[in-house]
């Protein structure tokens, strides 16, 4: 069964606001981790306590790839404290794509230095992975590939996925076990590109992505909404609830 958590993204302005209150909310609507997206001046013992005190786990940490090309090593340092092993590169920027074989040499060192840790080196895709191709390839199957899968292991945002024309489903099966972190989330498709949404609210297969990841062996189901029409915590709540609904229909969450 899929353990569900929270890309803290989702709720960056509540964090901004009130770090403290914002987690024990999130603890409260039932989800049974968090993925960080930075930490808001706290120190690794403030954020290690605030875990321990609402009873969540680390699913794992949005690292920035300049900052890991700078400094892996404190970074891990710091992820190894608050009990997280998995450090994802999360987005690369328009200007950091020019050289794709630098990049994936880049990830094979840091995957290596993952390994000596004991943490494990994720990569978290957006569109352009897809539109853009090497040899044929898209980007993301061509860095798979190309970096051994001790060295890098997939997140899998399911709704870019979608948006980029391909399907989450055939991709999640392509790359099961190899997989320990789904993105679960919805979209609608507007004049200006792509609307975020509560799940079940958007064209996403989310029941046929939550059943794929379970099969494929994932372990964590994350929820995560970029941008929303309503605020936030109340977006999340929605997806939660959806997410409630989904198990007592039989679906592959252990909430």
Request: proline fraction near 3%.
């Amino acid at each position: 069964m899929l353990k569900v958590g929270l890309q803290l993204y989702t709720v960056r302005e509540d964090l901004e606001r009130d770090f403290e209150g914002t987690i024990e909310k999130v603890a409260a609507l039932g989800y049974q981790g968090v993925e960080f997206a930075g930490y808001y001046g706290r120190t690794a013992e403030q954020v290690k306590a605030l875990l321990d005190k609402h009873n969540l786990e680390v699913v794992g940490a949005h690292t920035p790839y300049v900052d890991l090309l700078e400094d892996a090593q404190s970074l891990i340092d710091f992820n190894k404290a608050i009990g997280n092993r998995y450090i994802i590169v999360p987005y690369l920027a328009e200007e950091q794509r020019s050289n794709w074989p630098e990049i994936f040499e880049n990830l094979r060192k840091l995957g290596e230095t993952c390994n000596k840790n004991d943490v494990v080196l994720l990569y978290h895709n957006h569109d352009f992975e897809f539109t853009e191709k090497i040899g044929g390839r898209t980007v993301l199957d061509a860095m798979y590939e190309e970096i051994p899968a001790d060295l890098i292991q997939v997140e899998l945002d399911s709704a870019w996925v979608e948006y980029s024309g391909h399907d989450a489903v055939e991709y999640i099966n392509k790359y099961a076990g190899r997989l320990p972190i789904v993105h679960w989330k919805d979209f609608k498709r507007t004049d200006d590109g792509i609307q975020m949404m509560e799940l079940g609210e958007g064209e996403a297969p989310v029941a046929r992505i939550g059943d794929a990841a379970d099969k494929a062996g994932a372990e964590w189901i994350v929820v995560e909404q970029d941008n929303s029409l309503q605020a936030p915590m109340q977006s999340i709540e929605q997806s939660m609830n959806w997410v409630k609904s989904y198990g007592a229909k039989g679906g592959v969450v252990n909430v």
